[in-house]
C-alpha cells in the first residue's frame, strides 16, 4: 500500500509560478513510477507529467510542455512539480499519483492516487 500526500496548492497570478509535493510512505518509492494529473471544473481527469521509477525519464502533456517540471528524490519519498509562466487554463486540482512500475507507459493507469490539491491562476 502507497500513500500519497500532495501540497504546495494556491492562488497565483497569471505568470507565476508554484512548487507542488508529494510526499509518499512504503518502503520501495524507486519501485514506482509516479505522475501528475489535473482535473479542471467539468472536465475529466487529464494527464500532465510522469517521471520513471530512477528518474532518468520524465514525460509532459503537450499543454504544460517547456513550463512544467517534474523531479523526484528518491531518498526523500517524494516527487515535485514545477510549475511555471501559469495561465488560467492551468486552473485544477492536481492529484499525485503511483503506477504499479518503475517504468511509464502513457497506456498504464496508476494504482494509487493521492487527495489532491487546489492550484488557481487568476488573470
Known amino acids: 500500500q502507497v500513500q500519497l500526500a500532495e501540497s504546495g496548492g494556491g492562488l497565483v497570478q497569471t505568470g507565476g509560478s508554484l512548487r507542488l509535493s508529494c510526499a509518499t510512505s512504503?518502503?520501495?518509492?524507486?519501485?514506482?513510477?509516479m505522475g501528475w494529473f489535473r482535473q479542471a471544473p467539468g472536465k475529466e481527469r487529464a494527464f500532465v507529467a510522469a517521471?520513471?521509477?530512477?528518474?532518468?525519464?520524465?514525460y509532459y502533456a503537450d499543454s504544460v510542455q517547456g513550463r512544467f517540471t517534474i523531479s523526484r528524490d528518491n531518498n526523500r519519498n517524494t516527487v515535485w512539480l514545477e510549475m511555471n509562466t501559469l495561465k488560467p487554463e492551468d486552473t485544477a486540482v492536481y492529484y499525485c499519483?503511483?503506477?504499479?512500475?518503475?517504468?511509464?507507459?502513457?497506456?498504464?493507469?496508476?494504482?494509487?492516487w493521492g487527495q489532491g490539491t487546489q492550484v488557481t491562476v487568476s488573470s
Open positions: 517521471i520513471s521509477g530512477s528518474g532518468g525519464n520524465t
Open positions: 499519483a503511483a503506477y504499479l512500475t518503475s517504468n511509464y507507459h502513457s497506456g498504464y493507469l496508476p494504482g494509487y
Open positions: 512504503g518502503r520501495t518509492f524507486s519501485a514506482y513510477a
